[in-house]
DNA sequence: AAGCTTTGCAACCGCGGGTCC
DNA sequence: TGGACCCGCGGTTGCAAAGCT
């Protein structure tokens, strides 16, 4: 199994080893990890490399303090989707599963009082997931068939901002417009109703 | 002021999955 | 087809800083 190799150094990284790794990056992109020890005579593994970039250099990285949004949001998708935290940081933009994961472990359980658990992998899943199908072939139609459809109107009727609702049902399943929901309350809506098959896309 | 405890977070570890040869 | 390599994930650890006594 990979792990961090013998004679890689281990702990907090200096400066210097900061600017090495990020020259390579610049110069090279990222992937093929293990080729920067080698490279740069940087005495760290690939692994610690990547971790190193990803949730650190990489100028896509926010830091600083979790807004309350971004709490929320937190609160939300973990509740949906459990410890999975890359799915839960890829729909928060900046933040890296480290920081979620991190987030979530010193401020959100306690906040919440969620006790650890081993291997928790998805939420409590929705009893039942309701038929939604779209009426017509036009692939934005807001017109839908099946036990989903009160739930399609019910959910449009109560949210005047709900965005791009009709073509997330009609696709079947989740992308970035999903969460172009201004009113969180749509969120919590429709939350139950979002399986995760939809998340990953399946 | 000093020592102890708690907290927050960066980094490490083990594992599994995907790809390539 | 299977072994080596690479990547990414989630859980855990270790250490510095902050807080407390």
Known sequence: MEGYGHGSKKGFWTAQEDKVLGDYVKKHGTGKWNRIPKVTGLKRSGKSCRLRWMNYLSPKVKRGDFSEEEEDLIIRLH?????RWSLIAGRIPGRTDNQVKNFWNTHLS?????????????????KSIPIVEPKGTDQYSSEFVGEGEKLVHETESLCG???DFASIMHEGIMNESAFSFVNSNVFDLCTPYFTEEWFLGL
């Open 79 to 83: 509740n949906l989707l459990g410890n």
């Open 110 to 126: 306690k906040k919440l009082g969620v006790k650890k658990k081993k291997k928790s992998k998805v939420g409590v899943p929705p």
């Open 161 to 163: 901002d709900l965005i």
